[in-house]
């Protein structure tokens, strides 16, 4: 009985702590508009290929065929995104994994904001990595949206010559990070990642 108390316990706290996660805090920001009903925005709010191609390039330093075919390929399945995050992580994985990352947070004509990530996978999933993320998000109204568990997309996985894409997936919220660097992880693993507003060593 001590035992199913103490459970309970537990997870009504954890519960508790993401229910207060996802509610607005002193810092969030908000995107200067709200998306519309079709799930578009207003152009002068979203950003085009060509700036996106630009941030990036200047992000990772260099533009390449990989990063210019990996930009394309999230444009054509979802757009112009109203946002982005420059990060980066770090991770390793043998089998079960772990990812770490700090980045900002950018709407487009609007405020930045600090986030961190982190997250466990599981699946057929080794090596380790420590990469740069730019990460294109869609539908985002506010950073506090943001603040919740993103699963990623099965079957997403998207590598061409050194640069990898894939998709987290929460209700209209998309997130499409593209990621270089040094040992890019292999493998089409399942899990989620957290992301918060202040850094967290436990990865749930």
Do not use: C
Not at 35 to 51: N, Q, V
Not at 120 to 144: E, H, Q
Not at 147 to 161: E, I, K, M, N
Not at 190 to 196: E, K, R
């Amino acid at each position: 009985m001590k035992q199913w108390t103490l459970m309970t316990a537990l997870l009504l706290g954890v519960l508790s702590a993401q229910a207060a996660s996802a509610q607005a805090q002193p810092g969030d920001i908000q995107a200067p508009v709200e998306p519309s009903s079709e799930g578009k925005t207003d152009e002068a709010h979203t950003y085009s290929a060509d700036e996106v191609t630009k941030a990036a390039s200047e992000f990772f330093g260099s533009t390449t065929e990989g990063l210019a075919k990996a930009i394309e390929r999230t444009f054509s399945d979802y757009g112009r995104p109203n946002a982005y995050i420059m990060g980066t992580e770090g991770g390793g994985a043998m089998v079960v994994g772990l990812r770490y990352g700090k980045g900002t947070l950018q709407f487009k004509g609007g405020e930045s904001q600090d986030v961190y990530w982190q997250g466990p996978s599981i699946g057929w999933d080794f090596g380790g990595n420590a990469s740069k993320v730019f990460t294109l998000v869609y539908n985002l109204r506010s950073s506090t949206e943001l603040f919740q568990r993103f699963p990623a997309v099965d079957g997403s996985l998207y590598v061409v010559a050194g640069v990898g894409v894939n998709y987290q997936k929460s209700d209209k919220i998309v997130l499409a990070p593209i990621r270089t660097g040094v040992g890019l992880r292999a493998g089409a693993s399942l899990g989620y990642v957290h992301y918060t507003r202040k850094m967290s060593y436990l990865p749930l």
